[in-house]
């Protein structure tokens, strides 16, 4: 109001707007209140689902790996040279025994040559040292006759000696008695004497031609005197031998030597040669042409590397809560990040029989048939490892899943037209697909699109699947 006790004319606008604003109301809401009290329903949310299937399905452990060959051979020459020529390239199949690459010869031909000709030297020495070992057997058994002959002359000498010895002793007493003349006497004594010295003569002929054949030579050499003439000539040959029978040895160890020499020679110079000793597939060429090799294994010399990858391993690491769960024998699944869609099928053959302690993982090694050569060794693969009996799970597609931990989560399903969210258990996830131990009904429609915008009770209008109109002809 102002001074004069009248309103202001503002006022009075601001005033009538009010009271036209809450006349539209009226004559719009009392209408409603006189055909009775109504509320517009919510809009109802609208979802796709799918329906929960119950199956059974083995349990199976998932884990990552590579691809290794079933046998790899880094492939080295054993005798140093220059690589001659390498006759086979990387990803080459190749059959056991196949040349695979060769040294340069001359060297290993010539070393060849110069022992064959030492061989030849050595057996013509051994053949002169065996010579002279038989030709001093015969000269002792030569000497053997000799001696039992001397040994009868002796006994002769002696015989004739003795006999000479009485008839002049008997002459000289009857020389005494004045029987005989003094020249018979003398005959006689000249007789005896020539007698002694022959038979003296004798015994040292005997004495010089049984050097080293007597009975103390055959004890001194640590034998017994045999008692027949065989056995010792046998002592006899062996004692008098000595020397000419050690040069026979040392002629025979001398071509064995140059024997093994000469093998070796042989053998280096097929070393030379390099082969393949597996069926397999060249999986690197390491040398070339020209190239100088030491001979050695070591570090830098593997000339090429064969494989063999007609049957591979995966090779894997599990977990160590799910080693247990291994052993060998059961089955594998095998999925390469480069073949999504091709599936390989493999058996475990190794287990490693500790657990590595920086990473607690326990190393598998499952062997896969690998006929195409669709899996190359170092390739990254995932693994699924079946164990056990079949059991009882609910199947439901991933995206229905709202996850909470790795085991456990949620999942809205549509019962009587609402939506209700229940607590539910993962008993494995594979693919696409999640395996429930506990949650669902079997035939419950879980939501699989939509479940963002729903809450506890939600109404919701399942969208149909679209069907493909026919076709015209």
Avoid: C
């Amino acid at each position: 109001m102002n001074g004069t006790g009248k309103f202001h004319p503002k006022i009075l606008l601001l005033l009538g707007g009010f009271i036209f604003f809450i006349s539209a109301v009226v004559w719009n809401v009392l209408p409603k209140f006189k055909n009775g009290l109504s509320i517009t329903p919510p809009k109802k949310i609208s979802v796709k689902v799918s329906s929960v299937k119950s199956v059974e399905v083995s349990p199976s452990i998932e884990a990552a790996g590579v691809i290794e060959p079933e046998e790899k051979i880094d492939l080295f020459f054993k005798v140093p040279g220059r690589i001659e020529k390498v006759f086979v390239e990387e990803g080459e199949r190749v059959s056991r025994g196949q040349k695979l690459a060769s040294l340069e010869k001359y060297s290993f031909e010539q070393e060849r040559k110069r022992q064959e000709a030492n061989l030849d030297s050595s057996i013509a020495q051994l053949k002169l040292s065996e010579e002279k070992f038989e030709k001093a057997r015969k000269q002792i058994q030569a000497k053997f006759i000799e001696i039992k002959k001397q040994n009868e002359l002796v006994s002769r000498y002696r015989e004739e000696y003795e006999k000479a010895k009485r008839t002049f002793e008997a002459k000289e007493a009857v020389f005494k008695e004045g029987a005989i003349s003094q020249e018979e006497l003398n005959a006689a004594r000249i007789e005896a004497i020539a007698r002694s010295t022959v038979y003296e003569n004798g015994k040292r002929d005997l004495d010089i031609i049984s050097l080293g054949m007597t009975d103390s030579d055959i004890k001194e050499s640590g034998h017994p005197v045999p008692k027949t003439d065989a056995a010792r000539l046998i002592i006899l040959k062996e004692i008098n031998t000595k020397i000419e029978k050690a040069e026979t040895e040392v002629a025979k160890a001398a071509v064995r030597s140059t024997e093994t020499l000469l093998n070796k020679a042989l053998q280096d110079l097929k070393e030379s040669d390099l082969y393949s000793p597996m069926d397999g597939t060249i999986m690197q060429k390491l040398k070339s042409r020209g190239d100088v090799l030491n001979g050695a294994s070591g570090q830098g010399q593997a000339v090429l590397v064969v494989a063999k990858i007609d049957n591979i391993f995966a090779v894997f690491n599990v977990n160590e809560k799910d080693s247990v769960r291994i052993k060998k024998g059961l089955n594998v699944d095998v999925i390469a990040d480069v073949l999504p869609d091709k599936l390989f099928k493999g058996e475990i053959v190794r287990v490693q029989p500790y657990i590595v302690e920086k990473t607690h993982t326990l190393q598998v090694s499952a062997k896969v048939s690998n006929k195409e050569i669709k899996l190359r060794p170092g390739m990254f693969i995932r693994t699924r490892t079946f164990e056990g009996d079949k059991i009882k799970v609910f199947e439901i597609p991933r995206i229905s899943f709202l996850e909470s931990s790795d085991k456990e989560g949620s999942i809205f399903v549509v019962r009587e037209g609402k939506a209700f969210k229940i607590q539910v258990k993962i008993k494995e996830t594979r693919g696409d697909s999640i395996y429930l131990s506990e949650g669902p009904n079997e035939n419950d429609q879980v939501v699989i699109e939509g479940n963002s915008r729903l809450k506890e009770g939600s109404e919701v209008e399942i969208e149909k699947e679209p069907t493909n109109p026919p076709q015209g002809g």
